[in-house]
């Protein structure tokens, strides 16, 4: 009688040790096959496939960019701080007005005129004003200068425009004055990193991480512009370059 009431020690144990079993095992049963108990996998950093980076602009945010790309799957897709951008199209003629900045390669003479019109005007959306020599962007030994100009050859000019009339654009860089004359067959070019530019059905590549499919952050943004860039309607300036967020 009193071993049925008060169970043995070796009862006792073989309980406890059912109560320790019990809980792992519903543990392991409620756990996917393969994982540990009770941990939760964490989210993989995957990078986008470059097959799967091409498609079309949908959308243009402040600071980021809906993009419609492989099958039609929606990405929300913000640039890394250290991300390769490349925004390539071409510009209205309107765009080329008093303050926008520009880069053109002109042919100077010894007296620091430009002799011949400029084939290509390409806008960066800002830079640096600068004044660099193609190859030496020397002429014969000979060739007469005055002093304290530059040698004629080949330069490009990067800088902002101080005036327009008709087809002649004047460039102020320093202490020097460039007339250069813009032919209406001239290439009108736009390479930035502005990527606000862009507008729906404008195409992209696009590479970069995500750990949920649908929200990336790129590495590497290009996109080729479907319209020339026209000038913004309200501050009729080139738009500045937009500001990344990580």
Known sequence: MG???????????ATIGILLILPQAQ?????????????????QLR????????????????????????????????PARTATI??????????LQPGQFIICGVKIDEFGKVIEPAARITFPGGGVPSIVAGGLGLVDPGVKRI???RP????MLAGNIQLVQDAVVTMQIGNE?????????AELLVHTRNFSLAAPGDIVAVRGEYYQRGQLSATLLKITLAQPVMLPTKNKTF???AKLTP
């Open 3 to 13: 071993s049925f009431l008060r169970p043995s020690w070796l009862q006792m144990t």
């Open 27 to 43: 543990t392991q049963a409620q756990a996917p096959y393969g994982q540990a108990p009770y941990r939760s996998a964490a989210p």
């Open 47 to 78: 990078k986008l496939h470059p097959n799967d980076g091409r498609g079309t602009v949908e959308s243009v945010g402040q600071g980021m960019l809906r993009l419609r790309l492989k099958e039609g799957e929606l990405w929300h897709v913000v």
């Open 86 to 95: 490349e925004v390539v199209g071409t510009a209205s003629r309107e765009l």
């Open 147 to 149: 002093s304290g100009r």
């Open 152 to 155: 004629a050859g080949s330069y």
């Open 177 to 185: 004055k460039f007339e250069i004359t813009v032919p209406a067959d």
């Open 239 to 241: 738009p500045t370059p």
